[in-house]
T-cell receptor, first 115, second 115 residues
Framework: KQEVTQIPAALSVPEGENLVLNCSFTDSAIYNLQWFRQDPGKGLTSLLLIQSSQREQTSGRLNASLDKSSGRSTLYIAASQPGDSATYLCAVIFRGPGGSYIPTFGRGTSLIVHP | DGGITQSPKYLFRKEGQNVTLSCEQNLNHDAMYWYRQDPGQGLRLIYYSQIVNDFQKGDIAEGYSVSREKKESFPLTVTSAQKNPTAFYLC??????????????FGPGTRLTVL
């Protein structure tokens, strides 16, 4: 059974810092990996999706990398802002019974960026 | 507007009652998912459907039921057999049942409280 772990569980930093959020998974036979943002009491917003054949994806100040062999992904946030405060979730998609694609989520990293 | 809608936003249930949570999407997506989120936890998969009239159990299906009679609708029933139903419920969809490369899109969630 695929397990997804996110470290750290919580992070509080001053504005302007560059941040690294980590996601590890136990089964390297993944199909893709997705990073999400969740604001309190809200649904999830997709940030970046990395296909299994890719090594990284970038969107603005966000960069996500994927190393399947070591079972790790990293979300890098450059020049953090108070508006980045949210919970960041990592989801791994793997192949399940009958050829279906099953997502497994980590518990998330709760980020606070203070002015 | 295209997207995923969930209703109601808040739902209160008495013990022993069944309740149904609505999830509708107008994105023409094949795949739909139901997740449960508890405080400080990641998302846990309840049920998923890759195509109309077909669905599979996720990790925590006991006490829940679903139907997929139409492509755009995937209602979730929380039955009285679910021992601890108070949680935040999220519905998601993705484009293709045959691809592991597409993004999941989430609804705003329904918060269920058992009185």
């Amino acid at each position: 059974k695929q397990e997804v772990t996110q470290i750290p569980a919580a992070l509080s930093v001053p504005e302007g810092e560059n941040l690294v959020l980590n996601c590890s998974f136990t089964d390297s036979a993944i199909y893709n990996l997705q990073w999400f943002r969740q604001d309190p009491g809200k649904g999830l917003t997709s940030l970046l999706l990395i296909q299994s054949s890719q090594r990284e994806q970038t969107s603005g100040r966000l960069n996500a990398s994927l190393d399947k062999s070591s079972g790790r992904s990293t979300l890098y946030i450059a020049a953090s802002q108070p508006g980045d405060s949210a919970t960041y979730l990592c989801a791994v998609i793997f192949r399940g019974p009958g050829g279906s694609y099953i997502p497994t989520f980590g518990r998330g990293t709760s980020l606070i960026v203070h002015p | 507007d295209g997207g995923i809608t969930q209703s109601p936003k808040y739902l209160f249930r008495k013990e022993g009652q069944n309740v149904t949570l609505s999830c509708e999407q107008n994105l023409n997506h094949d795949a739909m998912y139901w997740y449960r989120q508890d405080p400080g936890q990641g998302l846990r998969l309840i049920y998923y459907s890759q195509i109309v009239n077909d669905f599979q159990k996720g990790d925590i299906a006991e006490g829940y039921s679903v139907s997929r009679e139409k492509k755009e609708s995937f209602p979730l029933t929380v039955t009285s057999a679910q021992k601890n139903p108070t949680a935040f419920y999220l519905c998601a969809s993705s484009i293709s049942r045959s691809s592991g490369t597409d993004t999941q899109y989430f609804g705003p969630g329904t918060r269920l409280t058992v009185l």
